[in-house]
């Protein structure tokens, strides 16, 4: 009753200080912003476009806790916001040149690595290859689980359940399994 | 799953995640602790994980960095806090939360105090007001063909009812003579009439408040249960369940005092082979039903391909290889079928139908709930207004609702495209060209035959929903234009294929109608690449059949 009482008067007073809330999404920014850009890329936004979605998805991050929505998981509630958001802009860049992750490029320019190097390299090729050879819902499986979600919030972000998430995990990982073994 | 039964592997993957409920993690522990070989499997599935950690950290050195720094946010909080403080007291006052939780516990206890007060006051006239409703909708509702499941302790067999034009075998006597008894309509017993004129002619009946519960088959739609105790008679009790949107019966079942019972569900789908004969098809007698339990292990015998086979075809003749995360999988000499999340009816006739068998072990686990709020946060987030392309549909079909209408349409008939797909998949990922080589003339043909239905199935859904959105899709100027489907000579890269496709169709359908949530589509060529998605799925399908059939 007292802290009802506090907020009805915190209300009328209209004195709602931001800064605590500006800090926790600016910090939360700072410390995720790279990560959610980089899963942009892989749903194939381009660089630009993937840093632009990164700052709107804080932004909205930043109004819902501001509306007072009781947002629990807040890395999980931002890839499932990054995911949405990302495939509508992928959508629209649909008329631009389509974003080739670029990854085989950035691999072909470090030719004058050292051996050890080299046969890291030629690994991480290999089980990039083997990445992108899973199912579209594989592969935003296994990314999201990369990034800590858990199955119900993967589910929640893709529009399927958590029993299919684990299921296209398995997959998934059945798959990344062979290569390990070659 | 006693210490001695490997859990599958996708058990392990969920334990490792964290992501079985206590219990079941309790017990896969156990079994950790003393099984080697599942050790091991653990193990690698860990070296997996731990190399999907070293690409994450190595895909930072490869991608392209941020192409600008990244900016000060501040400036942009600062202006949603100024329309934020622009907003009406009243929203204002709904965004905190302790006052919205107030609001909401208000409208709660006053909703909860309307339920109460009208159940107290006349539960009764209400269940025999529905049941009212849902005879006055059965009249008017057009007579058609419907295949109706039959359960008794002793008995499952299928009838057809809804028209008097077929011909099929007799009930079993014994059934005949329990509804004789129960003086219950034998005829159509999933009907509001017959369970009305039940009720009707049982002295000192009560009927329990009408609950709302989730639809057995479909555990997203909802129905009406109404629940009638008799005073006297043979039947102690009876339940009916209505659907809320048409009331239309989909499962019925009377409890005799002597602990005999019958049960009657509608098929939504035909229940062999997806072909039509469902009309009298009787089977064997079954064993009385029991609690879940694995089946018995035969001592010194170990199941073979032809067991996962026949198991598989098991599924396939229920429907159970549809849709439902049901895996079979061979390990340590049995034939494993289990799954996460299967609904509890598939999960009943998966048991009934293979429980007797001997090297089938069938297991089952229920996933965590997924929390309300989370939920929530994703339909929030993915609210948005419709894209350009779906305006024009739904200006072409007339409007908003009729708009909602086709979706739901165009979208049922997609999920069963995807649900073959999947279980084509499933198939092929258990039977590669090497595998089928070795199978027995017999066992080829039967993984054949449900090859062959599936892929027909599958292609005459692609053509159902084909008809549906070719015409309002051209009409605002879409165009085909299809790839040439892939060509390969076996049918198990055919159908990677199929199921390329059949994403790709969802992906781009989803898009359209806007119903995947953050998909809606400003795109003009939206509804030309779903007519091409679709016209390449269905030549895919066909490449497949060809494949198949051969």
């Known amino acids: ?182 | 799953m006693s210490s001695f039964q490997h859990p599958a592997e996708d058990l392990l993957l969920r334990y490792i995640d964290g992501e079985l409920p206590g219990w079941k993690s309790r017990q896969v522990r156990r079994h950790l602790e003393a099984c080697w070989q599942c050790r091991g499997s653990v193990e690698e599935l860990q070296g997996t994980v731990a190399e999907c950690v070293r690409y994450r950290k190595q895909m930072r050195a490869y991608v392209p960095a941020p192409p600008k720094a990244w900016p000060d946010l501040s400036r942009e909080f600062a202006r949603i806090d100024a329309s934020f403080e622009s907003e009406p007291f009243w929203k204002r006052c709904l965004s905190f939360p302790m006052l919205r939780q107030a609001a909401a516990g208000a409208a709660v206890l006053a909703l909860l105090w309307a339920v109460i007060y009208q159940f107290q006051k006349a539960p009764a006239v209400e269940a025999a007001a529905l049941l009212k409703r849902a005879v006055a909708a059965e009249t008017v509702r057009p007579i058609a063909l419907r295949a109706i499941r039959i359960h008794t302790a002793s008995f499952a067999f299928t009838r057809a009812v809804g028209t008097r034009a077929v011909a099929q075998a007799p009930m079993p006597a014994a059934v005949e003579s329990l509804f004789a008894k129960a003086r219950y309509n034998a005829e159509d017993p999933l009907s509001a009439r017959s369970y009305s004129d039940w009720r009707d002619g049982v002295a000192g009946e009560r009927d329990d408040p009408v609950a709302t519960v989730a639809d057995p088959q479909a555990p997203a739609e909802s129905c009406y249960r109404i629940h009638t105790v008799a005073a006297t008679g043979d039947v102690a009790d009876a339940t009916l369940l209505l659907s809320t949107g048409d009331l239309r019966p989909v499962e019925g079942r009377l409890e005799f005092r002597d602990r005999n019972w019958i049960e009657f569900t509608e098929i939504t789908e035909p229940p062999a082979g997806g072909g039509t004969n469902t009309a009298g098809h009787v089977e064997d007698p079954v064993r009385p039903v029991v609690p879940s339990r694995p089946a018995a292990v035969v001592p010194g015998a170990t199941a073979s391909i032809s067991d996962q086979l026949e198991v598989l075809s098991e599924l396939h003749q229920i429907g159970a290889d549809l849709g439902d995360p049901v895996e079979v999988t061979l390990s340590d000499g049995k034939v494993v079928v289990g799954g996460v999340g299967v609904p509890s009816q598939v999960q009943r006739r998966i048991h009934e139908d293979l429980d007797s068998k001997p090297n089938v072990s069938v297991q089952f686990s229920e996933p965590q709930a997924l929390s309300a709020d989370r939920v929530m946060g994703t339909q929030d987030a993915a609210s948005s207004p419709a894209g350009a392309a779906q305006t024009r549909l739904e200006d072409q079909l007339g409007g908003r609702a009729e708009f909602q209408r086709f979706s739901a349409t165009v979208l049922k008939s997609n999920e069963t495209v995807m649900s073959r797909a999947y279980a084509l998949r499933n198939l092929a990922e258990k039977f590669p060209v090497e595998i089928e080589s070795g199978l027995t003339a017999n066992d080829r043909r039967m993984l054949r035959d449900m090859l062959r239905d599936h892929v027909s199935q599958l292609s005459k859904q692609v053509g159902d929903v084909q008809s549906l959105l070719v015409p309002s899709l051209t009409a605002i100027g879409a165009t085909v234009q299809a790839r040439r489907p892939a060509e390969g000579t076996a049918w198990q890269s055919s159908v990677e294929e199929v199921l390329r496709a059949s994403q790709l169709v969802e992906v781009r359908l989803s898009a359209l109608l806007g119903v995947t949530p953050g998909q809606n589509s400003t795109s003009t060529q939206l509804p030309s690449e779903v007519l091409s998605a679709l016209a390449e799925l269905r030549a895919q399908a066909d490449h497949c059949s060809a494949l198949v059939n051969q």
């Open chain 1, 1 to 182: 009753m007292l802290a009802l009482g506090i907020e009805l008067v915190t209300v009328f007073r209209l004195d709602r200080t931001a800064t605590a809330l500006q800090d926790r999404v600016a910090g939360l920014f700072e410390e995720s912003r790279e990560d959610v850009y980089r899963y942009l890329l892989t749903l194939g936004l381009r660089p630009e476009r993937a840093q632009e979605t990164v700052q709107e998805v804080f932004l909205r991050l930043y109004a819902s806790l501001k509306k007072g929505d009781d947002i629990q998981n807040a890395r999980g509630w931002i890839f499932r916001v990054a995911h949405n958001y990302g495939l509508k802009v992928r959508a629209r860049q649909a008329s631009e040149d389509p974003f080739d992750a670029g990854l085989e490029l950035q691999l072909a320019s470090h030719t004058d690595t050292p051996e050890h190097a080299l046969l890291e390299r030629e690994r991480f090729q290999q089980f990039h290859r083997a990445v992108e050879g899973l199912s579209d819902q594989q592969k935003r499986c296994l990314f999201l689980r990369m990034e800590g979600l858990r199955y119900p919030e993967i589910g929640s972000a893709l529009g399927i359940s958590a029993s299919a998430v684990g299921e296209f995990l398995r997959r998934a990982m059945v798959r990344l399994k062979k290569v390990r073994d070659e």
